[in-house]
């Protein structure tokens, strides 16, 4: 069986973690962070692939074109989305990070 790829995901994943860097938000739990890949991906056009030829070429083809600003642009909107108005409450949140 053949294994099905979404290059657009692994390219949000690694533009949210360049965002996390260098940019505070209210949350950043596993919850949050899979919010907004998301909302995120859910407004990005998906490009999979199947063999590492068909990565190989859609790396190529995502280079290419100016996706990278359009994907972040998107992580951003989510990141401050969520951000503004996450999943759960920030006080749960709170409880769980004081008992790690």
């Keep these: 069986?053949?294994?099905l790829n979404n290059h657009t995901k692994l390219v949000v994943y690694q533009s949210l973690q360049d965002y996390l860097q260098n940019n505070k938000?209210?949350?950043?739990?596993?919850?949050?962070?899979?919010?907004?890949m998301?909302?995120?991906l859910n407004r990005l056009p998906p490009r999979y692939y199947v063999s590492s030829r068909g990565e190989i070429?859609?790396?190529?083809?995502?280079?290419?074109?100016?996706?990278?600003?359009?994907v972040m642009a998107e992580v951003v909107r989510a990141a401050?989305?969520?951000?503004a108005s996450p999943s759960h409450s920030l006080d749960d949140q709170n409880t769980v990070n004081s008992h790690l």
């Design 80 to 83: 401050q989305h969520v951000s």
């Design 1 to 3: 069986m053949y294994e």
């Design 25 to 36: 938000i209210s949350c950043s739990c596993e919850r949050c962070k899979a919010d907004i």
């Design 38 to 40: 998301a909302f995120a």
């Design 57 to 70: 070429m859609t790396q190529w083809e995502s280079h290419a074109l100016p996706d990278q600003a359009r």
